[in-house]
């Protein structure tokens, strides 16, 4: 299941304001639409820039001073730098950053059942049920599911999996704030799930039905490695409205 990609996830929370340290990191990762590449941060090295549909385009990066098998990922819109986040080798949420809010998210170290990239890999299933915490003191409570189709494909040259999943978040009261559901991609070579096709449903009621998928992968000495400019499906965007923090777009992907 890929990370979730959208801040204001409940009503009647106040989103606090950012500390210094976010306020750093969104003057690093701000670019301005349309900037030419992507640096990662001090010790880290890109390795792979994404195409999207949606109109995104992610920079997938790796840093000495982290785990092994640790992952980090930027994603870009045409407005510029706008979430980041941190998977470990199983693809748990260790921690995200929505860059426009200063929302930060991390994995609470207990749960009942981490996510598991290897048990996917292994057995075709893997059930989930853990907690986030976010700097605001917000609890979001996972419970869901990955499977593998048993369907293989290759999008740019890139051998992928297909998934099927499913994921409830509830509130810290056990409120359901938002279902998703729909098809994913993994690889096992880069360990690390891909958005796909999905439907959610806020506790609106509101739906929403979206394509995130890859469409282009390139790698050190390829042309768009480290472009920060989507090539996808942004005048569609364009015509939907870019409002990220409406209740439609919210508890948006990626466990990137």
């Known amino acids: 299941m890929t990370h979730p990609r959208r801040a204001n996830r409940a009503p009647r929370i106040h989103r606090q304001a950012l500390a210094a340290g976010t306020a750093a990191l969104l003057t690093l990762f701000a670019l301005p639409a349309g900037a030419a590449n992507f640096t990662p941060p001090s010790g880290c090295k890109l390795e792979m820039t994404v195409q999207n549909r949606s109109c ?28 980041q986040s ?20 991390v994995l609470e170290d ?17 059930d989930f049920d853990f907690w986030t915490r976010s700097n605001n003191g917000e609890r979001l409570h996972h419970v869901g599911h990955d499977e593998l189709t048993g369907e293989k494909v290759q999008i740019d040259g890139v051998a992928l999996e297909v998934t099927r999943f499913e994921l409830i978040t ?18 096992r070579a880069q360990g690390r799930f891909y958005g796909g096709v999905e439907t959610s449903q806020d506790w609106t009621g509101a739906r929403e039905e979206t394509n995130d998928s890859p469409v282009s992968f390139s790698f050190p000495g390829q042309p768009g490695f480290g472009s920060t400019t989507p090539e996808y499906d942004c005048d569609l ?13 919210l508890m948006k992907e990626s466990r990137t």
């Open 56 to 83: 995104t385009v992610s920079q997938h990066y790796r840093c000495s001073g982290d785990a092994p098998g640790d992952q980090w990922v930027t994603y870009f819109t045409r407005e510029g730098a706008t979430y």
């Open 237 to 249: 965007q364009m015509v939907r409205g870019q409002g990220a923090g409406t209740p439609r777009q």
């Open 110 to 126: 207990a749960a009942e059942d981490h996510a598991s990239f290897s048990t996917l890999a292994r057995t075709g299933q893997d």
């Open 86 to 105: 941190r998977i470990d080798k199983e693809t748990r949420w260790m921690e995200s950053t929505d860059l426009r809010t200063g929302l930060v998210d």
């Open 170 to 187: 509830y509130s810290e009261s056990g409120d359901v704030l938002i279902t998703r559901k729909g098809q994913q991609f993994i690889s």
